[in-house]
Antibody, heavy 116, light 111 residues
Framework: EVQLVESGGDLVQPGGSLRLSCAAS????????MHWVRQAPGKGLEYVSA????????FYANSVKGRFTISRDNSKNTLYLQMGSLRDEDMAVYYC?????????WGQGTLVTVSS | DVVMTQSPLSLPVTLGQPASISCRSS???????????LNWFQQRPGHSPRRLIY???NRDSGVPDRFSGSGSGTDFTLTISRVETEDVGVYYC?????????FGQGTKLEI
């Protein structure tokens, strides 16, 4: 059974940093591109970042470029999102999602709260 | 980026009655391999999104057959043949034919 479990969400001050993790199981992790998608409170879904299966290529939404870094450790079946210079507008539930004909599996999400 | 426009944004329905949601894209979603990467997702209150339909009209495993998808090019529709209580939530269309993937605004289905 495919499982994606996010962790690392927390309360952080504006300008602060946080690292999110997504532990994957039930499939060959290195064979799939992975994305981070976020959802601000009461809002819709927004693509944040993507990484190819081997980790060689990474992509970012303009809103987070230069502040967030996506990475993966295929030996640990884990996806990461290093978030820096956090802003109020980064407050959201962050989901990791597997790419398979679009997004075929999502995690349960982890909440990032940005507030002083 | 491809703009995905859903309508309506709010959909009051009656139990047992049909419901339809429209999704239009700002450009054709036909992918380079000939497929059309248009997905439909359901997000129940307090839950993460769950894919219902991939490539316009293919139901994911475990999805009730009252859900169906149709359309082509830039115009797509999700239809629920007979709405049940468990169908309450927000429905999103997502295109994965063009980079980056983009999302509709969501349609809130309420009984």
């Amino acid at each position: 059974e495919v499982q994606l479990v996010e962790s690392g969400g927390d309360l952080v001050q504006p300008g602060g940093s946080l690292r999110l993790s997504c532990a994957a199981s039930g499939f060959t992790f290195s064979s799939f591109s992975m994305h981070w998608v976020r959802q601000a409170p009461g809002k819709g879904l927004e693509y944040v970042s993507a990484i190819t299966g081997n980790g060689d290529n990474t992509f970012y939404a303009n809103s987070v470029k230069g502040r967030f870094t996506i990475s993966r450790d295929n030996s640990k079946n884990t996806l990461y999102l290093q978030m820096g210079s956090l802003r109020d507008e980064d407050m959201a539930v962050y989901y990791c999602a597997r790419v398979g004909r679009g997004y075929d599996y999502w995690g349960q999400g982890t909440l990032v709260t940005v507030s002083s | 980026d491809v703009v995905m426009t859903q309508s309506p944004l709010s959909l009051p329905v009656t139990l047992g009655q049909p419901a339809s949601i429209s999704c239009r894209s700002s450009q054709s979603l036909v992918y380079s391999d000939g497929s059309t990467q248009l997905n439909w997702f359901q997000q129940r209150p307090g839950h993460s999104p769950r894919r219902l339909i991939y490539e316009v009209s293919n139901r994911d495993s475990g999805v009730p057959d009252r859900f169906s998808g149709s359309g082509s090019g830039t115009d797509f529709t999700l239809t629920i043949s007979r709405v049940e209580t468990e169908d309450v939530g927000v429905y999103y269309c997502i295109q994965a034919s063009h980079w980056p993937f983009t999302f509709g605004q969501g349609t809130k289905l309420e009984i």
